[in-house]
Nanobody
Framework: QMQLVEAGGGLVQPGGSLRLSCAAS????????VGWYRQAPGKEREFVAM???????EYVDSVKGRFTVSREDAKNTVYLQMNNLKPEDTAVYYC?????????WGQGTQVTVSS
């Protein structure tokens, strides 16, 4: 059974940066497309970014130019570098791994952007 563990969340001031990580165990993460999603209080979970097995990336418009998703297959880990953070980026961030028909979610990590 795959396990995904997110880390790197925290409290940061507007304009600051954080790097989230999503580490997998019991599987080879390089076989999976990996996405980042977020859920703010009172809102539905939304797509943020993804990286495919062949390193193609996609981003929601609101984070383009600020967030970068990458993968380090040797460490079985995917990262989300978040720069120029805004209060509206505040949410619980989840990673998601897909290798049809299997799909796995991590437990989430809280990101709070506030002065």
């Amino acid at each position: 059974q795959m396990q995904l563990v997110e880390a790197g969340g925290g409290l940061v001031q507007p304009g600051g940066s954080l790097r989230l990580s999503c580490a997998a165990s019991n599987v080879i993460l390089s076989m999976f497309h990996v996405g980042w999603y977020r859920q703010a209080p009172g809102k539905e979970r939304e797509f943020v970014a993804m990286i495919t097995t062949d390193q193609r990336t996609e981003y929601v418009d609101s984070v383009k130019g600020r967030f970068t998703v990458s993968r380090e297959d040797a460490k079985n880990t995917v990262y989300l570098q978040m720069n120029n953070l805004k209060p509206e980026d505040t949410a619980v961030y989840y990673c998601n791994a897909k290798f049809s028909p299997d799909e796995y979610w991590g437990q989430g990590t809280q990101v709070t952007v506030s002065s």
